[in-house]
């Protein structure tokens, strides 16, 4: 991200800039999708052939993979007013 010299970033958004890695929200939900359904399918490959219920942990995970994926965007947002968190270069 560049950065004019006299822009001021408040030091709590450089690393959530980083975790975001300038997605989109529609790429986030895209990614929370594909991560959802693999840990579906790990799970139903894993009551198939282990005979063993993971939905216990399975609810946990997809809570950390929903606050991975969308809180960094949310803040990002409400902060800078772009989900990327990357000012555009367009003339007011």
């Known amino acids: 991200m560049t950065n004019t010299p006299n822009e001021k970033i408040p030091a709590f958004i450089a690393p959530i800039e980083q975790v975001n890695?300038?997605?989109?929200l529609l790429v986030n939900l895209g990614g929370f999708i594909c991560v959802a359904l693999m840990?579906?399918?790990a799970n139903l490959i894993?009551?198939?052939f282990?005979?063993?219920d993971?939905?216990?942990l399975?609810?946990?995970?997809?809570?950390?993979?929903a606050l991975y994926f969308f809180v960094p965007c949310l803040i990002?947002?409400?902060w800078?007013?772009?989900?990327?968190?990357?000012k555009t270069n367009s003339s007011n």
């Open 39 to 41: 840990l579906g399918l």
């Open 76 to 78: 990002l947002w409400l």
């Open 54 to 56: 993971l939905s216990y």
């Open 46 to 48: 894993c009551r198939l």
């Open 58 to 65: 399975l609810r946990v995970l997809i809570v950390a993979v």
């Open 80 to 86: 800078t007013g772009k989900t990327t968190g990357r």
């Open 21 to 24: 890695d300038g997605r989109s």
């Open 50 to 52: 282990l005979h063993t």
